[in-house]
T-cell receptor, first 115, second 114 residues
Framework: DARVTQTPRHKVTEMGQEVTMRCQPILGHNTVFWYRQTMMQGLELLAYFRNRAPLDDSGMPKDRFSAEMPDATLATLKIQPSEPRDSAVYFC?????????????FGPGTRLTVT | AQSVTQLGSHVSVSEGALVLLRCNYSSSVPPYLFWYVQYPNQGLQLLLKYTSAATLVKGINGFEAEFKKSETSFHLTKPSAHMSDAAEYFCAVSDKTSYDKVIFGPGTSLSVIP
């Protein structure tokens, strides 16, 4: 049963600390997306990659957020320094260009709390 | 530009009653349309998708949706609600030219009353 995995599932950190979230997309998928979900803003697209190349990160605060794909099996989202307003659930999703209609497969999320 | 609206941020139905969640889209090209469901403390899960084949699409857990081009709608229905259907439902749109970029609606929270 192919699934997107995310680590950690929960993270509590203090303001100013660096946070790194990791995602393993479904094997064979070539698009990866990072979303942030909050009660106030709903689901926001932060960044996405196709074939490991970043295509759009316009939704991401550039001064503190960065997203990378070191290889096809790992995507990372880093926040440095973290702030209380970054508290949210961060989802990774992956998709395939083969017969693509755009459906995405979501991981379970990382719940981040910044105190 | 594409967009999705979902009428009603919260919908409550009685167990056994019809579920109707509304979605309207805006797209300048033929769209691909999706419904996702999010159970508490979980990621979004694809419920069903419309990809320009049959206009009535059946999904998992007894849900179905009908694409109506004239109304630019893609409403989600289920004949009889079950307690386990309580969740957040998201309508989403993409298209052939930019299928990577899926636009999600704001979501509708469904409550099922016993």
């Amino acid at each position: 049963d192919a699934r997107v995995t995310q680590t950690p599932r929960h993270k509590v950190t203090e303001m100013g600390q660096e946070v790194t979230m990791r995602c393993q997309p479904i094997l064979g998928h070539n698009t990866v997306f990072w979303y942030r979900q909050t009660m106030m803003q709903g689901l926001e697209l932060l960044a996405y990659f196709r074939n490991r190349a970043p295509l759009d990160d316009s939704g991401m605060p550039k001064d503190r957020f960065s997203a990378e794909m070191p290889d096809a099996t790992l995507a990372t989202l880093k926040i440095q320094p973290s702030e209380p307003r970054d508290s949210a659930v961060y989802f990774c999703a992956s998709g395939s260009q083969q017969g693509a209609y755009g459906e995405q497969y979501f991981g379970p999320g990382t719940r981040l709390t910044v105190t | 530009a594409q967009s999705v609206t979902q009428l009603g941020s919260h919908v409550s139905v009685s167990e056994g009653a019809l579920v109707l969640l509304r979605c309207n889209y805006s797209s300048s090209v033929p769209p691909y349309l999706f419904w996702y469901v999010q159970y508490p403390n979980q990621g979004l899960q694809l419920l069903l998708k419309y990809t320009s084949a049959a206009t009535l699409v059946k999904g998992i857990n007894g849900f179905e949706a009908e694409f109506k081009k004239s109304e630019t709608s893609f409403h989600l229905t289920k004949p009889s609600a079950h307690m386990s259907d309580a969740a957040e439902y998201f309508c989403a749109v993409s298209d052939k030219t930019s299928y990577d970029k899926v636009i999600f609606g704001p979501g509708t929270s469904l409550s099922v009353i016993p």
